[in-house]
Every structure is written in structure tokens, then in C-alpha cells.
Nanobody, 120 residues
């Protein structure tokens, strides 16, 4: 299983970015996909999570600014980030909690990370 992220970059405060992450390989079902981030000198933290039931969970500081969405047919998750702030600067990682075959256990898979820098 491979997760490939795209969409990071440099943006000014108040700007927007859209991250994408596509999962490929031997996948039976994806139970949840989400985004985590790790800023300089900080621990990795959950940004947004999208379970398969259509609900969404957000870290408090991004509520109202970030939106997570999934395309089940494409095994892809997106993160629309608006009103970006310098404190959003971090490496953003995609995560997929999935089952590779019927009867197998759920495992977590991670992307390689994409840098988001918010600076003027």
C-alpha cells in the first residue's frame, strides 16, 4: 500500500492550499483517512480525520478554516486549508486506516509528508 501526497508549498498568511492524498495497492476497505502535522520542535498531532461514516473530526485550532473530504471511489482524501496562519507551518502527513484483505486486521499507513509553509 502506498500513500502519495501533493499540494504543499509556500503561501502567505490568509491564503489557501489544498492537499491531496491517494492510496493505492492491495486495499480491501479503508475505514478512515486523515491528516496529521508536525511543526518545528513539536510532536505530530491530528489535524483532521474522516471516518467511513461521513463524519469529520478536527483539531480545535483548525475548526472553521480547514475542511477534510474523501473520494471513496478514488481512495483519496483532501484537506482544504483556508485562512492559513504562520502557526499552521508544518509537515503534513496523510494517514489511512485500512484492511488489505477480508479477514485481515486493520493497519495504519502513512504518506511521506508534504511541507506547508505559511509566511509573508
Amino acid at each position: 500500500v502506498q500513500l502519495v501526497e501533493s499540494g504543499g508549498g509556500l503561501v502567505q498568511p490568509g491564503g489557501s492550499l489544498r492537499l491531496s492524498c491517494a492510496a493505492s495497492g492491495s486495499i480491501f476497505i479503508i475505514n478512515a483517512m486523515g491528516w496529521y502535522r508536525q511543526g518545528p520542535g513539536k510532536q505530530r498531532e491530528l489535524v483532521a480525520l474522516a471516518p467511513s461514516d461521513g463524519s469529520a473530526k478536527y483539531e480545535d485550532s483548525v475548526k472553521g478554516r480547514f475542511t477534510i473530504s474523501r473520494d471513496g471511489a478514488k481512495n483519496t482524501v483532501y484537506l482544504q486549508m483556508n485562512s492559513l496562519k504562520p502557526e499552521d507551518t508544518a509537515v503534513y502527513y496523510c494517514m489511512a486506516a485500512l484492511v488489505r484483505a477480508w479477514g485481515s486486521r486493520e493497519d495504519e499507513y502513512w504518506g511521506q509528508g508534504t511541507q506547508v509553509t505559511v509566511s509573508s
